[in-house]
Structure formats: structure tokens, C-alpha cells
């Protein structure tokens, strides 16, 4: 008679987990979400068990296209306040936005502007459109304005020296709202890296790789995508939550 796999529950979990976040999560955040779930279980023992299953993190290392949108001084330059100080413990306290493009179909453009909590690395507001507008860009700041207009400190708020980021109603909305505005120096990524790590992360899970698709097509998955970074996408440095698990946990222990 055949012996019964001891461990088949836990491989059945371990193969549910891995379909469940497409494919993306390694051993380690495989293993933090079976500690999640109640298992506790050794990272080698994921580790064994998924090359068993033949089942792997496939990275693209394929260069994220970054949009350039500095197009000289057109107007304030704001300075460098965070100077790569990103970690902060008080929730709202400083956030970092940016914009990056996709190819679509029939050589169509996407445009994605997010809102970043430097927090948690929530994605507290973000907007998607065919062009680089200022529109683009405002129209996350006052979502994310409304999110943060309660918080305990004065808020500052990160971006690189990009055109919409100089503009006198993005420059006069923040004032008008007491919100810091802080740039990065001239060419710098690295000074906005938790925005380029976003990209980077957003794109290696559910972009490149990919057919390309129509605009429509492709702003729905990003809509899937950042609902799933934001409330599933555990990660190690918060302890094995999502970004709004970790929110929620932080202020309960502080209540």
C-alpha cells in the first residue's frame, strides 16, 4: 500500500498560496504567509517543498520605463527635505508621489500617478491617464489631502523636480493646506527611491512579461493591482503584512 503523504496539506497550502499571489511571492513571504495562517513552519522546509512542487518566484529583469518630466525651472524648486530619510513611525507623516508610463496597443500611452505613505508604502490615492497632465498629478493630491487633512503632524510631501510638481496651483495647493513640499536634486532617482521600488515592483508582477493590452485593459489591472498591493501584498519589513494590515495593527496597539 502506498504510505499518505504527511505533508500534503502543507504543499496544497504552500501551491494555494503561490496561484494566489500569481506567482510572485519567494519562500520567504510564502513562509510568512503560512505563519499568517497559523503554520509555523522553517523557511528551508518552504523552501524544499516548492522546489519539490516545482514552483518559483520568476523575476523580469527587464528596466522599468521611467517618464522624465523635468523640463527645466518653469517654477519653484522646492528643497530637499527628506535628504532619503524615508522611514518615518507616524502615519501620514511624509509621502512621495511620481509618475511613470506604460506602452499600450496601437503605440497608446498610459500614465500612472500614484500617492505614496512612506509609512507603510500605502498607496493612499493615485489617478491614470493618456497624458502627463497637471490634472494627473492634482487630482491624487486632493484625494490624498482629504486622507491626511486630520493627521497629528504636518504632513511633507516628496516628488522629483518634474514640471507639474513646479507649477504654481500644485505649489499654492500645498500651501494653501500647510503641506511641506519637498524635490529631489536634479536627475537623482535615488532620492525618490521608495516611488521608483513601487514602479519597479508594480510592473516585474503584473507588466512586463505580458502581452500588451488596450488602455482600458491595462488600467483595470493596475486598479486589481494596487487594491491587491495595498490590503494582500504582505511584506517582510512589515513584519509579514499588507500595507493597510500593518495601518490597522499600528493603531490598535497605539489606541
Not at 501551491?15 to 510568512?32: A, D, K, P
Not at 522624465?68 to 532619503?84: D, E, F, M, P
Not at 508594480?202 to 488602455?215: A, D, T, V
Request: hydrophobic share 30%.
Amino acid at each position: 500500500m502506498e504510505k499518505e503523504n504527511p505533508k500534503q496539506e502543507l504543499e496544497d497550502l504552500i501551491l494555494s498560496i503561490f496561484n494566489e499571489h500569481g506567482g510572485n511571492f519567494g519562500y520567504r513571504r510564502v513562509r510568512l504567509e503560512l505563519r499568517n495562517k497559523g503554520y509555523k513552519v522553517n523557511h528551508k522546509a518552504v523552501q524544499r517543498i516548492m522546489n519539490k512542487l516545482g514552483i518559483k518566484c520568476i523575476k523580469f529583469s527587464r528596466k522599468t520605463r521611467k517618464y522624465n518630466s523635468y523640463k527645466g525651472n518653469v517654477g519653484k524648486i522646492a528643497k530637499n527635505r527628506l535628504n532619503r530619510r524615508f522611514k518615518t513611525s507616524v502615519c501620514h507623516q511624509k509621502l512621495a508621489t511620481d509618475i511613470t508610463e506604460f506602452k499600450c496597443t496601437n503605440g497608446v500611452k498610459l500614465y500612472l500617478s500614484p500617492i505614496m505613505d512612506l509609512f507603510n508604502g500605502e498607496i493612499l490615492s493615485y489617478e491614470i491617464g493618456a497624458s502627463p497632465t497637471l490634472d494627473l498629478t492634482l487630482k491624487p493630491l486632493l484625494k490624498a489631502i482629504n486622507i491626511v487633512k486630520d493627521s497629528k503632524y504636518r504632513t511633507t510631501i516628496h516628488s522629483d523636480q518634474g514640471c507639474q510638481y513646479q507649477h504654481k496651483k500644485w505649489v499654492k495647493t500645498l500651501k494653501e493646506n500647510k503641506i511641506f513640499q519637498s524635490m529631489s536634486r536634479k536627475g537623482n532617482c535615488l532620492d525618490n527611491s521608495p516611488m521608483e521600488n513601487f514602479f519597479g515592483i508594480l510592473k516585474q508582477e503584473m507588466y512586463h512579461g505580458e502581452p500588451l493590452c488596450s488602455f482600458e485593459v491595462l488600467k483595470e489591472k493596475i486598479d486589481i493591482y494596487i487594491d491587491y498591493y495595498n490590503n494582500k501584498r504582505i511584506k517582510q519589513k512589515l513584519d509579514g503584512m499588507s500595507p493597510v494590515q500593518f495601518r490597522i495593527h499600528t493603531s490598535q496597539l497605539a489606541a
